[in-house]
């Protein structure tokens, strides 16, 4: 539930090309699959533009929408 003057905090995940271990993996499917490749990966990745993403905050009254990038790295 969301009230007028509050915050609305989300993340979403950057571009493929920002993360080389996704983008290798989906290269190799690609590969792999050349007629039909899975696209799983694609989806995670796909809501990274922030034009898009303030467009989408401003015009659903959001109001002063400020977008942060934070980069993180990840070791498996």
């Known amino acids: 539930m969301l009230r007028k003057g509050g915050v609305f905090a989300f993340n979403v995940l950057d571009n493929m090309a ?7 993996v989906q290269e190799t499917l690609v590969r792999l699959f050349p007629t039909d490749p899975p696209q ?3 989806v995670l990745f796909s809501f990274h ?3 898009v993403l303030r467009q989408l ?3 659903h009254d959001f109001g ?13």
Do not use: G, K, W
Not at 18 to 24: Q, V
Not at 64 to 76: I, K, M, P, Q
């Open 49 to 51: 533009d922030r034009e």
């Open 64 to 76: 002063d929408a400020h977008l942060e990038t934070v980069t993180l790295e990840a070791r498996s």
């Open 57 to 59: 905050l401003t015009t």
């Open 18 to 24: 920002t993360n080389p271990y996704t983008h290798l």
């Open 40 to 42: 799983f990966f694609t």
